[in-house]
């Protein structure tokens, strides 16, 4: 089952907790001799500095949130942080765990970087002396060893509500896409299966296709209604097997554009705006006149017993 994206981004944080919690927590247990005195503190922070993997800048805060040393960085202080409030951050509002150890949720910071900042407490005993902070850039932080694969479950997504309020007092007017929107199927159901279209949004009211094709796929093109209505369009395209690595079959491509041309002339209120195909994550977008949009698998939406057809879920 493909993990959604707040999954892989809680996985992905435990990560990066479990590489910086031993050596802060080190680093932590160091300052309770030195605390309260700047120079040595950042001193401290200087000498082991490199023991944080991947941090931007070092420093020690009291219990109330003020900065008592200098922002230790790689290779130089910046002490104008120094008697900094830091009580008002974003990563100061957030509960402390019961093991003293906080990574902070991402935010951005006042240099206007995505950033993220963990927290060690530091005691004495029994008694809170403050925290050791630590600043990281999230261009530093390691990424992910693959790109997050989305999820292929239905999804239901509300549009302009303005627009959902008016709906049953509109009615579809025909496109020149419309008036002869077999043939324009049938062009695209070529170029798909045939001249290496892999992407296409197909914008049924403003009778245009936005294409991406295998042999060039960082460029789209535009594919108006004149072209639409012309077969020999098909030849500025050249010949492509089907991809092995296509997450649906070439045989899907005709129903799948055939349902898309059922949900167009269906009803003259509730229409099909606009729809997309992508043959590698083997997905098809449905936008309607409503303006709510669905996103689903192409087996679901072939077939006619799963949830979007039956209205259920979503």
């Not at 922070?45 to 070092?58: D, G, R």
């Not at 997504?157 to 020149?176: A, C, H, L, N, Y």
């Not at 324009?184 to 094709?213: K, N």
């Not at 997905?283 to 006619?304: I, W």
Request: charged content about 25%; hydrophobic content about 40%.
């Amino acid at each position: 089952m493909t993990e959604n994206w707040k999954a892989s981004l809680e996985r992905k944080r435990a990560e990066l907790a479990e590489q910086l919690h031993a050596p802060m927590a080190r680093l932590a247990s160091l300052c309770p001799p030195l605390w309260g005195d700047r120079e040595k503190l950042d001193a401290l922070l200087q000498e082991h500095f490199a023991e944080v993997p991947h941090v931007k800048y070092l420093y020690c805060l009291d219990p109330r949130g003020i900065q008592i040393c200098d922002n230790v960085g790689a290779d130089r202080l910046s002490t104008v942080h120094f008697g900094r409030d830091r009580s008002h951050r974003s990563y100061m509002r957030e509960p402390m765990p019961p093991w003293g150890f906080l990574l902070s949720d991402a935010y951005v910071s006042q240099s206007g970087r995505p950033s993220i900042t963990a927290l060690h407490v530091v005691r004495q005993g029994d008694t809170l002396l403050g925290y050791l902070g630590a600043d990281f850039d999230l261009r530093h932080l390691p990424t992910a060893t693959a790109l997050h694969e989305e999820s292929r479950a239905w999804r239901q997504i509300k549009g302009d509500p303005s627009i959902r309020g008016t709906v049953f007092m509109q009615e579809r007017i025909d496109s020149p896409m419309d008036r002869h929107i077999d043939q324009a199927l049938t062009i695209l159901e070529e170029l798909i299966t045939d001249r290496g279209l892999f992407q296409a949004v197909i914008h049924f009211s403003s009778s245009r296709v936005t294409a991406w094709f295998l042999d060039d796929p960082y460029r789209y093109r535009l594919i108006d209604d004149e072209a639409l209505a012309d077969p020999d369009v098909c030849l500025l395209y050249p010949r492509q097997p089907w991809p092995d690595d296509a997450s649906m079959p070439r045989e899907a491509i005709r129903p799948i554009l055939a349902g898309m041309r059922e949900l167009r002339l269906a009803d003259r209120t509730i229409y099909l705006r606009s729809a997309s195909i992508n043959i590698f994550n083997g997905m098809v977008s449905l936008t309607f006149s409503c303006d709510g949009s669905h996103y689903l698998n192409y087996t679901d939406f072939l077939d006619r017993k799963s949830g979007f057809w039956l209205g259920i879920g979503g």
